[in-house]
């Protein structure tokens, strides 16, 4: 077998066996595959896609090149959540302790922000004292304990997944529906819940542009769960605008602990959903059911107290999460009615305030962000606050350009 015969084989749209498959990403793994010719690999398949057998192949390969923790074997009720991102998606740390404080466990690894979208352990860390790496022992321990963890990736769950990720991010290859969707599920069968629910994003602010491509993906995430003997249900979203009114770090916590005493909005609605769906499949019950304990546990304050419980495990101490003192309203021109709230604007105001990475050195500041007081459809005069930023420092330098995003 030969490298540049498996490429041509791609180039010439025709379907790769596991043997093939393996030679070249195991290879690319081990370094006797160079970049140039997996990029060349990659760019192939980005062009050419792969069939759903080819990319349950793939699966398995990145599967196997690491860890597997099978918690469904170790537990009852496991379950797992992905959303494939967006801005101000802070449902995690609302929907795991809501999970929990019903009887369902989650083990749940999330990754940092990627370009300008936030990652979940960011904002984790805007908790002082908080501990994002946890160790297999430590994180099935607590899930066993009290249902939630929330941790980092582990370096050794899909090595090959994050090899292959961080050159298709520089290569120009990340939008393919098989190679996202073999990403996903390999690192969700990995982990090995009982039952997955995947929140799958389309629009402006997220990797899939249109619904019809989030379907797509959602088939093969499905197929590829059932291939494992995984329940994989999809949720397929708008990502055009943001999720919640808060964008950063910090502030998001602080969007969850809003939500978690009760505040009503996009954010809770989306967690009742979410978490109403992982009941239905992990117990059995109706949807009219499931919605009814979901609701129940925001409004019961069970799921609150499961969330504290959640960060002091992890060593977090939450009343010193810090929110910038310095403040900017920025005031609306004329009267009107919010017609959109463009996701990747508002996630790029974000980032120059400093809540996310620009560069691979840069620092992330999580005591700035964005909290948009008008959002789309409420009415605004003249001279009313739309947004508030926190800034760490009131000279940045920002332009009309940087508020195109909201329109009214
Ligand atoms: N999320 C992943 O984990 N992998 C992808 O390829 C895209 C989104
Ligand atoms: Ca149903």
Not at 305 to 332: C, H, P, T, W
Not at 344 to 368: E, R
Request: hydrophobic residues 40%.
């Amino acid at each position: 077998m030969n490298i540049i015969d498996i490429i041509t084989k791609k180039k010439n749209n025709e379907e790769l066996n596991y043997e093939e498959l393996s030679y070249a990403f195991n290879g690319y793994l081990k370094k006797e595959i160079p970049d140039y010719q997996m990029s060349s690999l990659l760019m192939a398949i980005v062009i050419n896609g792969m069939h759903l057998k080819e990319t349950i192949r793939l699966t398995d390969i990145f599967l196997k090149s690491g860890d597997q923790y099978n918690l469904k074997e170790l537990m009852d009720n496991v379950v797992d959540k992905h959303s494939t991102g967006g801005v101000g998606d802070t449902t995690t740390l609302i929907l795991g302790p809501m999970c929990a404080s019903l009887g369902l466990k989650m083990a749940k690894m999330s990754g940092r922000g990627l370009g300008i979208t936030g990652g979940t352990i960011d904002k984790l860390e805007s908790i002082p004292g908080f501990r994002v790496n946890l160790n297999k022992e430590e994180l099935i321990n607590q899930v066993k304990v009290i249902g939630f963890a929330n941790c980092a990736q582990s370096d050794n769950l899909t090595p090959l997944d994050k090899v292959i990720y961080a050159l298709r991010d520089v290569t120009g290859t990340t939008e393919s529906i098989p190679l996202i969707a073999s990403s996903i599920m390999s690192k969700k069968i990995a982990l090995g819940a009982k039952d997955i629910l995947i929140d799958v994003k389309y629009g402006s602010g997220a990797l899939m542009k249109t619904k019809e491509d989030a379907e797509e993906l959602s088939n093969y995430l499905k197929k590829i769960g059932a291939y494992y003997e995984t329940n994989v249900e999809t949720i397929i979203d708008n990502m055009s605008n943001p999720l919640s009114q808060a964008i950063g770090n910090a502030i998001e916590v602080i969007e969850a602990i809003n939500v978690l005493r009760g505040k009503k909005c996009k954010l809770r609605d989306t967690c009742i959903e979410i978490t109403a769906k992982l009941l239905e499949l992990s117990e059995n019950l109706s949807e009219n059911e499931a919605t009814k304990l979901a609701t129940n546990s925001l409004d019961s304050g069970k799921a609150l107290n499961k969330f504290m419980e959640f960060v002091s495990y992890q060593g977090g101490k939450i009343e010193e999460v810090y929110l910038s003192d310095k403040r900017i309203e920025v005031k609306a021109k004329h009267d009107g009615v919010i017609k959109n709230v463009d996701a990747l604007g508002a996630a790029k105001l974000a980032a120059k305030l400093g809540a996310s990475k620009m560069t691979l050195d840069d620092t992330i500041d999580y005591s700035v962000g964005i909290y948009l007081k008008k959002v789309k459809g409420d009415k605004v005069q003249k001279d009313e606050s739309l947004m508030t930023l926190y800034v760490n420092d009131y000279n940045i330098q920002l332009n009309n350009e940087d508020f195109e995003f909201i329109e009214y």
